[in-house]
């Protein structure tokens, strides 16, 4: 009987521990708050909201305003990494709605104010050590801290 029981806690603890995702890239995937961002062409430093989150995991970023008064919006999008890790593309960003999205596209500009000027944006990572993210699109060097 005792068999039974040991046999069945295994099988039920094999089942929940198998389930468990592993991020793609532990030092890009994660909670981050943009602290700046430039836009290239005039170099001009952006910092107009400072609660401005992005949420990567896996193949999903969510890009937030959190109590801000500007009202930007949440938009849902996917996220996808290139083979070496070295170039991160943005694309199909889509208004948060419940626990996903409305399946309404976002207007480009409303995606500005968090550094994106198109619906389909590829960044060079240019740093990930898991407390500081920097990537860099042809249109802005956007510069994130671990949240």
């Given at each position: ?84 890790h070295s170039q991160a593309t943005m694309k199909d960003f889509r208004f948060r709605e419940s626990t996903g ?47």
């Amino acid at each position: 009987m005792k068999a039974i029981h040991l046999l069945i806690a295994m099988c039920f603890f094999a089942l929940f521990a198998s389930c468990e995702k592993k991020p793609i890239d532990e030092n890009i995937e994660g909670m981050w708050k943009l602290e700046q961002f430039t836009t290239l062409d005039d170099g001009i430093v952006h910092r107009d909201c400072q609660r401005i989150f992005y949420s990567i995991q896996l193949q999903i970023v969510q890009i937030a305003e959190k109590q801000c008064t500007h009202k930007y919006g949440t938009f849902v999008g996917h996220f996808y990494l290139n083979e070496d890790h070295s170039q991160a593309t943005m694309k199909d960003f889509r208004f948060r709605e419940s626990t996903g999205d409305s399946g309404e596209d976002v207007p480009v500009e409303r995606l500005l104010p968090f550094g994106i000027n198109s619906l389909e944006t590829t960044f060079d990572v240019l740093k990930a050590d898991g407390k500081h993210l920097v990537l860099q699109s042809d249109y802005a060097k956007l510069e994130f801290i671990s949240f």
